[in-house]
């Protein structure tokens, strides 16, 4: 808005004018600056993955909905650029579904910022939830996997969603990504799923492994392996809800 100024004459009227313009000027302009062009990336879900992202809101609005494994015949899934301010990052959510008839107690995640790019190094920010099962905390000596302290357990229930807020990691992330770039001038973010590990000590990390306490090391489950219905929980089948 223009600022209010009482009627004058002569050259003080021109000044006050001038004046009244140069007050509206920057705020138009900061706020243009403000709104760009972003983007949440991530990879086509397969249906013999555990865990599914649903959708991705910002500030409780969809800004990308999950992306599924279709035939060839049909079009993949896109991802979709969306306007947003500089706090974008902060103000964003992951929704995630647990696909499995297995309760989930550890997640690895990670979000990376392509802008960061420097050679062969990509900033991010790593997030594990909750602790490693005691049947998987072991490495391949044996001995007790180092766990970070101040983990707290987590249970991500069969067929349950969890939200991730970024804003609760906002402090974090911008200790890992702000020495390359401000993290308000980052047009993607890409989420990465690492792995997850069930009650049960089972974990998928790509392929889904079961541990072997004796020998201290991990069985590969054959590749159709799905612990649960592989049909419930995907688009179009039984049980699963329009994350719009």
Do not use: C
Not at 147 to 164: A, D, E, K, S, Y
């Amino acid at each position: 808005m223009l600022r209010s100024f009482k009627v004058i004459g002569g050259s003080a009227l021109a000044f006050a004018l001038l004046l009244a313009v140069a007050t509206q000027w920057p705020t138009q302009g900061t706020a243009a600056a403000a709104q760009a062009q972003r983007q949440v990336l991530f990879n086509i879900a397969s249906n013999y993955e555990p865990v599914v992202i649903t959708k991705v809101t910002l500030a409780n609005t969809v800004v990308q909905t999950g992306r599924f494994i279709k035939p060839a015949t049909d079009a993949p899934d896109a991802t979709t650029p969306f306007q947003a301010d500089d706090d974008w990052i902060q103000n964003l959510a992951v929704h995630l579904l647990n696909r499995t008839n297995k309760p989930i107690v550890y997640a690895m995640l990670n979000f990376s910022f392509p802008e960061t790019l420097n050679g062969h190094m990509l900033r991010g920010y790593p997030l594990s939830l909750g602790r490693i099962p005691q049947p998987a905390d072991f490495d391949r000596n044996g001995s007790p996997l180092r766990q970070r302290p101040g983990l707290q357990p987590i249970l991500f229930r069969p067929h349950q969603t969890m939200v991730i807020a970024l804003a609760d990691y906002i402090d974090r992330i911008k200790a890992n990504v702000e020495p390359v770039i401000p993290l308000a001038t980052a047009m993607q973010v890409k989420v990465h799923l690492i792995a997850f590990y069930f009650a049960d000590g089972m974990k998928w990390d790509g392929a889904f492994r079961t541990p072997d306490r004796q020998n201290f090391t991990w069985t590969k489950m054959d590749r159709n392996y799905f612990p649960g219905d592989v049909n419930l929980n995907w688009p179009g089948r039984p049980g699963w809800i329009d994350p719009q």
